[in-house]
């Protein structure tokens, strides 16, 4: 299995912040990946696909880069409603990963 | 606007056979350029895909649980399945049916809101 290293598990940051979130494969994967977005009880929510595609809907302080094996989301400006868990899947080869997620929290 | 809703018992005992089903609106199970996934959550934890199901009735199970997983569709009615067995309190979990792109990316756009299923006696 492909295995997907997120880094940090944690992050505290404030309003207005610029924020980068890594994920880290264990084998490239080309440009085979993608980020969720997940607020408690809720299902995840797609943000980028092919490391760096903004999905429709999806606000473009949002973005996404890399390729191979090192992968960046990042956040312009964090909002409000930005503070969440952000999780990274390889779409390169079945089992489907993902990586143990971040959680964003209000500084 | 596609819809998935799942339904199922939250309550299996240990030992016994976990069965959900996920009903699509919006869309067809027999689209070919989409495949139908099962995604769990644990507690507290991250997320782990279970297996797909393609139209033609083709399957894929993550090797993890590939012993145990039976997933299936029915196309007259819209809706796919999934069926585990010998369940332990390790699949205590929110499940979740998502549906992913089969062309290329391999991303899931579209999710269930997840129903939350504990194994215990």
């Known amino acids: 299995d492909i295995q997907m290293t997120q880094s940090p598990s944690s992050l505290s940051a404030s309003v207005g912040d610029r924020v980068t979130i890594t994920c880290r494969a264990s084998?490239?994967?080309?440009?085979?990946l993608n980020w969720y977005q997940q607020k408690p009880g809720k299902a995840p929510n797609l943000l980028i696909y092919?490391?760096?595609s903004l999905q429709s809907g999806v606000p473009s302080r949002f973005s996404g880069s890399g390729s191979g094996t090192d992968f960046t989301l990042t956040i312009s400006s964090l909002q409000p409603e930005d503070f969440a868990s952000y999780y990274c899947?390889?779409?390169?080869?079945?089992?489907?990963?993902f990586g143990r997620g971040t959680n964003l929290e209000i500084k | 606007q596609v819809q998935l809703q799942e339904s199922g018992p939250g309550l299996v005992k240990p030992s016994q056979t976990l069965s959900l089903t996920c009903t699509i609106s919006?869309?067809?199970?027999?689209?070919?350029?989409?495949?139908w996934s099962w995604i769990r959550q644990p507690p507290g934890k991250g997320l782990e895909w279970i297996g797909y199901?393609?139209?033609?009735?083709?399957?894929y199970y993550s090797p993890s649980l590939e012993s145990r997983i039976t997933i299936s569709a029915d196309t007259s009615k819209n809706l796919f399945s999934l069926n585990l067995s010998s369940v332990t309190a390790a699949d205590t979990a929110v499940y979740y049916c998502?549906?992913?792109?089969?062309?290329?990316?391999?991303?899931?756009?579209?999710w269930s809101q997840g129903t939350r299923v504990t194994v215990s006696s």
């Open positions: 084998q490239s994967i080309s440009s085979y």
């Open positions: 998502a549906r992913v792109s089969s062309s290329s990316w391999a991303f899931f756009d579209y």
């Open positions: 199901i393609y139209f033609s009735g083709s399957t």
């Open positions: 092919a490391a760096s």
């Open positions: 919006g869309g067809s199970i027999t689209s070919g350029v989409y495949h």
């Open positions: 899947q390889q779409g390169y080869r079945t089992p489907y990963t």
